[in-house]
């Protein structure tokens, strides 16, 4: 059973750095062709797509969060990182990691994607 766990801070303050991990068990984060994808949720909106890390490495972004947004992994410990730069009370939400069997880009659907984080409520605010 694949099961993917979020960790981070849930209050961020405005400019700062947010920082989470996503725990896989189950799955090496390695294996093709799943790719491992980190979406949020604001209050009273809908499902935003943020990145993605593919088996192999390769990272894809959101255009309008690009400039902000990095996504690495750590193989040795089977997990995948966010990070979202100089942070803005819109930037509070809840945030997922989730998987997908195969590579596409800015999915919304919660239904492409076969196995989600629980979330984790980051907030932004002095």
């Known amino acids: 059973q694949v099961q993917l766990r979020e960790s981070g801070p849930g209050l961020v303050k405005p400019s700062q750095t947010l920082s989470l991990t996503c725990t896989v068990s189950?799955?090496?984060?390695?294996?093709?062709?799943?790719?491992w994808n980190w979406l949020r949720q604001p209050p009273g909106k809908g499902l935003e797509w943020m990145g993605v890390?593919?088996?192999?490495?390769?990272?894809y972004y959101s255009p309008s969060l690009k400039s902000r947004t990095s996504i690495s992994r750590d193989t040795s410990k089977n997990q995948f990182s966010l990070q979202l730069s100089s942070v803005t009370p819109e930037d509070t939400a809840v945030y997922y990691c989730?998987?997908?069997?195969?590579?596409?880009?800015?999915?919304?659907?919660?239904?492409?994607?076969?196995?989600w984080g629980q979330g984790t409520q980051v907030t932004v605010s002095s």
């Open positions: 189950g799955e090496p984060i390695t294996t093709s062709y799943y790719a």
């Open positions: 989730a998987r997908m069997e195969g590579l596409r880009t800015g999915v919304i659907n919660r239904d492409a994607y076969d196995y």
């Open positions: 890390i593919a088996y192999d490495g390769s990272t």
